[in-house]
Nanobody, 119 residues
């Protein structure tokens, strides 16, 4: 089992920036960030493997940047909007080395960190 620990969430005004971090207990090749708002489905927003190859969801493309260094993956979030308010989760896959946006491939999840963007 891989443990994931996120940090870096908080409250910010629209237009501001936050950087999330997630450290895993052992290295996995593919990691991702998802987010969820109560009452809505979980949304995959950024994905990275060890090449590194990255994929972004349309809602964050051009504003968020995923990167990794060893067992830590980061999510730099710029130009934040109120609609970015959500609980953000880090996920890792022990089964694939390619990037997948399908959350069923991700078998390790962190507890999440809250991001709140005020207008």
């Amino acid at each position: 089992q891989v443990q994931l620990v996120e940090s870096g969430g908080g409250s910010v005004q629209a237009g501001g920036s936050l950087k999330l971090s997630c450290t895993e207990s052992r290295y996995t090749k593919t990691m991702a960030w998802f987010r969820q708002v109560p009452g809505k489905e979980r949304e995959g927003i950024a994905f990275i493997n060890d090449h590194p190859f990255t994929v972004y969801g349309d809602s964050v493309k051009g504003r968020f940047t995923i990167s990794r260094a060893g067992t830590t993956v980061y999510l730099q979030m710029d130009n934040l909007r109120p609609e970015d308010t959500a609980h953000y989760y880090c996920a890792a896959s022990s089964r694939i080395a390619v990037v997948s946006t399908d959350e069923r491939w991700y078998d390790h999840w962190g507890q999440g960190t809250q991001v709140t963007v005020s207008s």
